[in-house]
């Protein structure tokens, strides 16, 4: 029961992590660029629906929705106004710029927020569920639901719909993609918005349960890229079951190894998949032909 | 002769602003905390101190110089507390230190501080270790944790039938300095542990933790833990069925802990180390309570608001019995000869000699009782 209960609450966290990780990989997949501040666009997230639920007195629900599509714009606002614009520039640019833009982030919500670590209305506040001995908290049934949904959607979206079908052409050719009359410059805003958005979802639902601060973003952000090592980079199915992985890995550890390790999980995890199997576990080797 | 006499004052007058940080009408104090940051809550402390100097300036200020105040942050991290410091000191050029939050800040600050010679005394950050063994310059003006741990032991065994104590806490010196001397008292009680668990500061989870305190069957948890895992952890208690008494630390308090999990239900069973001399909301505290109000007409009152003002009262006299003519030397020596000093802040007085710079050793503890906030002297005895 100890060990069921602990992967029950694992595959919460997971969830999160999940929705991270997959952020983060449609906008790697969909540009190339490996986002370093999208812990803070989660964080930004979170901190919207703050400003909405607590600051403006809107529901939950309809701040939650505000604040994605908030962050949508964000997101295209950050490739269109930063991302674009370096194109041209080293690789290493893009990990500088978003390591700039969410240190900014970060800085403003300090500016705005400084000296408070800010709860949140308890809006997932319902009972437990209780099998057996076992606890469903509420928490994690709104995050499995959540989640399982978007998750649904994302995935029918992309590999059932026509406009998943161009993302995937774009995702593996580009020139391809801009030859056959593809908007390749909108695609990769379009991907940033997506990913801003789920990063907008995983803050919503980490909010009401964690307490709010400028730096709540940096653990998501490892988490996030231990679970996109986990399940190979570029593959989304491998970057959610890498985030549940994770979370039930962090518990099981904490529960029967030592609690000390639950907080160094996620970096284990991303040197032993490296140094192991550096494609992870859906992830696929590159053949490059000379 | 008038001439000589002219010339005489002059060299007076320059002799009295020799000292760095002080002119012929005021005294410069550095005040560090972590203003921004997720410790940021506890910068009330400094916000509190720094209410409490204007008000002396109102009243006159001292010797007929006034107090001037410059506030630096460092967000509660080592290497901008010792940018901050630095600056402090050598930029700014003041007399003494006053302040700092966050023990771990106050640790990689205090080479710099030992070096420098200038007068610190320290407002709210609790390791002994700032000020133990003592250094020629160096003051602690609140419990330390020693104190503390030692008081959250003896209220834990204050609890009839206690025989099952369990520990939840960060794994660094700050956390330490509280559970250490907790754990020594209870052990000389014959109380061992039945469990440890870590839990780190940023985790945002502590299932794992509150499972395997659980399983342990504990009457009472000791949790040296900051604020936001503190609450982290009393809603995951409570998600899960762990109904025991929580002994926290004074780097929590009541009302802000109560705000951050959102119901009493959560913090009912909560305990904390109460430095002061009554209830924050009674009338030994109404006066600090209504400075801090008029200086800072914005800022919430908390159980950090008013922690560093007594320190600062026994700093207004240390500073009056140096004379018109201060200096660091002077003022170390005045600081040395504070005995039994009440503050009418804090619950204990403030002594400091050479020997021995901890200089509060008294400590309350604080519970809700029927839903609102009660010093209490041991368990279930209201003081």
Known sequence: MFALQLALSGLAQGAIYALVALSMCVVYR???VVNFGH????????????????LAGLPFYASAALAVVLLVVLGVAIEIGLIERIKAGPHVGFALMCIAFGYVLRGIARAVWGREVLPMPRVFDFPPLLIGELVLTGDAIVIFAAVGVLLVAFFALFYRSSAGRVMQAVCQSERGAALVGINVRAFHAAMWGVGAALAAIGGVLVAPITLLHPGLGASFLIKGFAAMTLGGFGSFGGAVLGGLILGVAEQLVGGYVSTKLIDITAYLVIILVLALRPNGLFGRA????V | MKLFLSALACVLATTAAAEDGVTANSIKIGIMGPFTGNASSYSKAEIGLDAYYKWVNDQGGVNGRKIETVLEDYACDGAKGVAAVKKLIYQDKVFMLHGNSCSAVAMAIKPVVVESGVPWVIAHAANPAISAPPTKNIFHGVPVGKTMGVAMGQFVASKPGTSRVAVISHTDDWAK??????????ASKN??????????????DATAQTLKIKQANPDFVIACLYEAETAIFLKDAKKYGLNVPVMGTAGTDLENTLKRVGDLDTVANYYVPHMYADNLDGPRLKPFAEI??????NESLTAFSLIAMGSAAAVVEALKRT?????RE?????????KDFDTHVLAGHITWSPTDRDGVKDVAVAGFVKGKPTVLKSWGKPL
């Open chain 1, 39 to 54: 812990g803070d666009l989660v964080m930004a997230g979170a901190f919207v629906v703050y400003l909405l639920v607590v």
């Open chain 2, 177 to 186: 300095s509280y559970c250490g001397p907790a754990n020594d008292f209870l």
């Open chain 1, 30 to 32: 969909g540009t190339t």
């Open chain 2, 292 to 297: 801090l109000k008029k200086y800072y007409p």
């Open chain 2, 191 to 204: 109380i061992k542990p039945v469990v440890e668990v870590a839990f780190e500061r940023g985790q945002t």
């Open chain 2, 323 to 327: 004379g018109r003519e201060p200096t």
């Open chain 2, 330 to 338: 002077k003022l170390i020596a005045e600081l040395d000869r504070t």
């Open chain 1, 286 to 289: 590159i053949a490059e032909k």
